[in-house]
Structures are given as structure tokens and as C-alpha cells.
């Protein structure tokens, strides 16, 4: 998911009847935002600026899985996954595949959820807006990392960048000159609160809105930079101006157990295998977002010893981010240390057979087993709907072999069944009892 929320932050100008904020569920809505530029009380009228959510219940090329048999993924010798090499991480070393992630030692299952935010864009920066990142917000957002806590989350999903209306700095061409102010300042609060609640945190740099049509909201851009990730300087400089002085800030935080390059880039990507753009996506083309990532992930392999991720949408495009798949296509590989997809009920009964290129798989992680994915790294259930029967739901997906699950979400769409959650990992003893960071 992402957020169609164009607006400027207020007390949860969130529409919850819509039921998803982008991205991962057509079919189930959008949130959105008053474009006005004025605060926002609640959810505002989607005539003021929305955001479409993307074309995410598109079943082209997918088989109907209802009577279906569902063989096990392929590994062939030109899409499939393959080594991605050696990353530091949160432990130092490679990572390896299985149904658990290092952590300080030992080995875990990673319960956590998706904040995601507090204002969407506004957490981490400021712009002609105001100033309402973390570092003005202590008190309520540490009120629901309290809460955070007590539903047993030890991970916890945070947008940083998103679309780009706070946070970069660019110059008037549109080239990326460094972070916006009180970045670091934000991002420090932030980290202060994960840590004294025991709290791991994974920001997420870039939403796939990045790449929308520009919108031009009170004196403030969202969207419209797609030229930052398919022209090679504004790329680099995006990389070198923005991202790295962000790591390096925080290269020795243990509270930061992985930086997430992009929350499903899928939707803004307008070649990839099965492609299904959103319509408001200025989308670029893969070879680009390819090099745009992998560029990431050395940095944050360079300049940090926390692991990497990516927000894939759905299993349905689980190859694509693999060794495997970027060595048939000429690209350079994006060193993810684990895997993440995302999951919502449209993928129910979908699935690929025998695709060339990606494979035997069911959309569905709730049937799909890690372990015939054949993948060279662990996978997360980066999103899922949570909002009841958190035991059954999470002993799911543990069984079914993937290393974590993180409901969407505390302060977005949904709820969290956080009394569940917690009675669920305490039952789960060492399997989910994170060191403290």
C-alpha cells in the first residue's frame, strides 16, 4: 500500500470506508486527502485531489486457481533465484533462506506491523505546509508505539520519503540537492521512540506515488519525479544527496534493522512481466528503477550495517526482484537481504502456471509455501489485513514458511488485532522475542 493523500496533515484525514490506502487493493478503495493545502479533520471530499489507487485487481495473464492444481514454483537457470551475495545486515553475513531472519545473534520469526505514518509525506522533513515531523509529535506518536508495544509488535514498518512532498531537496531543474530540513532531527525522535519500547524499525524510503503525475498542492509537489529515477544524474544525485546522508547519520543505529527501498514500485513500473501501471503513474521503465535500486542497496550495504528490503505488491511478481531474473535481463542485482510481498483479498485464487518468467505461483502467501518459491532469501508478509483472528492468520503464515508478518495497519486502513497479536506472540516464546535494539 501507499496513500492517495495529496493533502496537508491533520488529526486522520484517513477514509477508512474505502478500505486500503493504494496500491495493494483495488477492490477495496483508497484513502484520501483534502488538496487544499488546509488541515484535514477526517476524511476529506475525493473530488479534492484523491489519488486513484493503482489497477491492483488486474488477473491478466493469471489463472483461476478455484479447481486448479498448484504445483510448486520452478527454479530454472535463467529467471530463477540465485545467490545475491554477501550483505552485513542486521549480523554480519549472509542470510539465508528460511522461515526466520538474524537478529542480534539469534534467529526469528519477525512480528511487527505498519505504523505507517502519522501525517503521510510530513513524518520525516517539512514544506510549505509547516513543520509536523516526528520531532513536533513525540508525545502522541510514543503514545502509539506504547500501543505498538503492547500488541507485541518488535517491527515496525515507517514511510519516510513517500511522494516526495517533504524530505528532498531539489533544485530547479528537478536535480535532488540534499535532505530537507529537520530530516535527521525527525528521524533521530523516531528512533529514540522504537528504541525505549524495545521497537526495530524498517523506513520505508520511497513510495510508488514518487512516480505519479505531479501535483501542485499550496506551494507543495507531490509526485511528479519520475525523472529522478530514469535520467542516470538526477538518479545518482537522488542517491548521493539524499539517501546516503541518511544512512550515514544513522549507520551504527540498532534500532534500524532494514532500510525498505520502495513500497510496491510495481504499480509505477511500466515494463515489467505482467505489468500493470496505475493510471496515474508517470511509470518508468524497469531497466531504470533496476539500476535506481541496486544503487540503493549498495549504499545501504556500504554506509550501514541494517539489511535491505523492497515492498513487492503481491507474490505474483515475487521472480522479478530476484539474482536470477536481473542476470537474464542485463541488470545489475538488488542485494535485498529479504524478500517482502504484500497480500490483500483480491489475490484470493489467482495464480501463475508455468509462466516463462514467473513461474508456478499462487498470489495468496495464506497457500502458498515459502518453500516451493525457491527463493535465495527469506520472505516477509510485508502488508495483510489483520483486523480479527490474529492467531489463525499468523500461525498461517508461519507455517506456511514465511520469516515475519506485518498487519497494515496501526494508523491507515484497517485495524490491528493487537489484543490477538500480543496473546499470539507471547505464545510463540524465543521464536518472535527480538533482543532489545
Same mark, same amino acid.
Given at each position: 500500500?501507499?496513500?492517495?493523500?495529496?493533502?496537508?496533515?491533520?488529526?486522520?484525514?484517513?477514509?477508512?470506508?474505502?478500505?486500503?490506502?493504494?496500491?495493494?487493493?483495488? @477492490?477495496?478503495?483508497?484513502?484520501?486527502?483534502?488538496?487544499?493545502?488546509?488541515?484535514?479533520?477526517?476524511?476529506?471530499?475525493?473530488?479534492? @485531489?484523491?489519488?486513484?489507487?493503482?489497477?491492483?485487481?488486474?488477473?491478466?495473464?493469471?489463472? #483461476?486457481?478455484?479447481?486448479?492444481?498448484?504445483?510448486?514454483?520452478?527454479?530454472?537457470?535463467?529467471?530463477?533465484?540465485?545467490?545475491?551475495?554477501?550483505?552485513?545486515?542486521?549480523?554480519?553475513?549472509?542470510?539465508?533462506?528460511?522461515?526466520?531472519?538474524?537478529?542480534?545473534?539469534?534467529?526469528?520469526?519477525?512480528?511487527? $506491523?505498519?505504523? +505507517?505514518?502519522?501525517?503521510?509525506?510530513?513524518?520525516?522533513?517539512?514544506?510549505?505546509?509547516?513543520?509536523?515531523?516526528?520531532?513536533?509529535?513525540?508525545?502522541? !506518536?510514543?503514545?502509539?508505539?506504547?500501543?505498538?508495544?503492547?500488541? @507485541?509488535?518488535?517491527?515496525?514498518?515507517?514511510?519516510?520519503?513517500?511522494?516526495?512532498?517533504?524530505?528532498?531537496?531539489?533544485?530547479?531543474?528537478?536535480?535532488?540537492?540534499?535532505?530537507?530540513?529537520?530530516?535527521?532531527?525527525?528521524?533521530?525522535?523516531?528512533?529514540?521512540?522504537?528504541?525505549?519500547?524495545?521497537?526495530?524499525?524498517?523506513?520505508?524510503?520511497?513510495?510508488?506515488?514518487?512516480?505519479?503525475?505531479?501535483?501542485?498542492?499550496?506551494?507543495?509537489?507531490?509526485?511528479?519525479?519520475?525523472d529522478t529515477i530514469k535520467d542516470a544524474g538526477k538518479r545518482a544525485a537522488l542517491v548521493d544527496k539524499a539517501?546516503?546522508?541518511?544512512? &550515514?547519520?544513522?549507520?551504527?543505529?540498532?534500532?534500524?534493522?532494514?532500510?525498505? !527501498?520502495? #513500497?510496491?514500485?510495481?504499480?509505477? !513500473?511500466?515494463?515489467? =512481466?505482467?505489468?500493470?501501471?496505475?493510471?496515474?503513474?508517470?511509470?518508468? +521503465?524497469?531497466?531504470?528503477?533496476?539500476?535506481?535500486?541496486?544503487?540503493? $542497496?549498495? $549504499?545501504?550495504?556500504?554506509?550501514?550495517?541494517?539489511?535491505?528490503?523492497? @515492498?513487492s505488491a503481491c507474490l505474483k511478481w515475487h521472480r522479478v526482484w530476484t539474482p536470477g531474473f536481473a542476470a537474464?535481463?542485463?541488470?545489475?542485482? !538488488?542485494?535485498?537481504?529479504?524478500?517482502?510481498?504484500?497480500?490483500?483479498?483480491?489475490?484470493?485464487?489467482?495464480?501463475?502456471?508455468?509462466?516463462?518468467?514467473?513461474?508456478?505461483?499462487?498470489?495468496?502467501?495464506?497457500? &502458498?509455501?515459502?518453500?516451493?518459491?525457491?527463493?535465495?532469501?527469506?520472505?516477509?508478509?510485508?502488508?495483510?489485513?489483520?483486523?480479527?483472528?490474529?492467531?489463525?492468520?499468523?500461525? #498461517?503464515?508461519?507455517?506456511?514458511?514465511?520469516?515475519?508478518?506485518?498487519?497494515?495497519?496501526?494508523?491507515?486502513?484497517?485495524?490491528?488485532?493487537?489484543?490477538?497479536?500480543?496473546?499470539?506472540?507471547?505464545?510463540?516464546?524465543?521464536?518472535?522475542?527480538?533482543? =532489545?535494539?
Open positions: 500500500m501507499g496513500l492517495a493523500l495529496v493533502g496537508c496533515p491533520g488529526g486522520g484525514g484517513n477514509d477508512e470506508t474505502g478500505g486500503g490506502s493504494s496500491g495493494g487493493a483495488t @477492490g477495496a478503495g483508497a484513502t484520501t486527502g483534502d488538496a487544499s493545502g488546509a488541515p484535514t479533520t477526517g476524511a476529506s471530499d475525493p473530488s479534492a @485531489g484523491t489519488v486513484s489507487t493503482s489497477n491492483a485487481s488486474n488477473t491478466s495473464n493469471a489463472t #483461476n486457481a478455484t479447481g486448479a492444481t498448484s504445483g510448486p514454483a520452478t527454479t530454472d537457470a535463467t529467471t530463477g533465484p540465485t545467490s545475491a551475495g554477501t550483505t552485513t545486515g542486521g549480523d554480519t553475513g549472509e542470510v539465508p533462506p528460511g522461515s526466520t531472519i538474524p537478529v542480534g545473534g539469534g534467529a526469528y520469526f519477525l512480528i511487527g $506491523a505498519n505504523y +505507517p505514518w502519522l501525517n503521510y509525506g510530513g513524518d520525516f522533513g517539512a514544506n510549505a505546509w509547516g513543520t509536523y515531523g516526528v520531532h513536533t509529535k513525540g508525545p502522541e !506518536i510514543g503514545a502509539h508505539f506504547d500501543q505498538l508495544e503492547a500488541d @507485541g509488535a518488535r517491527v515496525v514498518r515507517w514511510f519516510v520519503f513517500t511522494d516526495g512532498r517533504a524530505g528532498v531537496q531539489f533544485d530547479g531543474g528537478g536535480v535532488p540537492t540534499g535532505l530537507g530540513d529537520h530530516v535527521l532531527e525527525d528521524m533521530q525522535a523516531a528512533v529514540d521512540i522504537a528504541r525505549a519500547r524495545g521497537i526495530y524499525l524498517v523506513p520505508v524510503l520511497f513510495d510508488f506515488h514518487w512516480m505519479f503525475w505531479s501535483q501542485q498542492n499550496n506551494g507543495v509537489q507531490s509526485g511528479g519525479r519520475s539517501v546516503v546522508p541518511l544512512l &550515514q547519520a544513522f549507520a551504527d543505529e540498532p534500532a534500524i534493522l532494514a532500510w525498505e !527501498i520502495m #513500497n510496491e514500485p510495481e504499480w509505477s !513500473i511500466a515494463d515489467l =512481466p505482467a505489468a500493470s501501471p496505475d493510471g496515474g503513474a508517470d511509470a518508468v +521503465p524497469i531497466a531504470d528503477f533496476y539500476a535506481f535500486s541496486s544503487a540503493v $542497496a549498495d $549504499a545501504v550495504h556500504l554506509h550501514t550495517g541494517a539489511y535491505v528490503t523492497l @515492498g537474464a535481463h542485463g541488470f545489475d542485482p !538488488i542485494a535485498l537481504d529479504f524478500y517482502q510481498t504484500h497480500y490483500y483479498p483480491w489475490m484470493d485464487g489467482q495464480q501463475w502456471n508455468g509462466d516463462p518468467e514467473l513461474g508456478t505461483t499462487n498470489f495468496s502467501p495464506t497457500v &502458498q509455501k515459502y518453500g516451493d518459491l525457491g527463493l535465495d532469501r527469506p520472505m516477509v508478509v510485508g502488508e495483510f489485513i489483520m483486523s480479527d483472528q490474529a492467531a489463525s492468520r499468523l500461525d #498461517n503464515l508461519r507455517d506456511n514458511g514465511y520469516a515475519g508478518a506485518w498487519p497494515w495497519s496501526l494508523t491507515s486502513d484497517y485495524s490491528l488485532d493487537g489484543a490477538g497479536m500480543a496473546a499470539w506472540a507471547q505464545a510463540q516464546g524465543a521464536l518472535v522475542q527480538l533482543p =532489545p535494539p
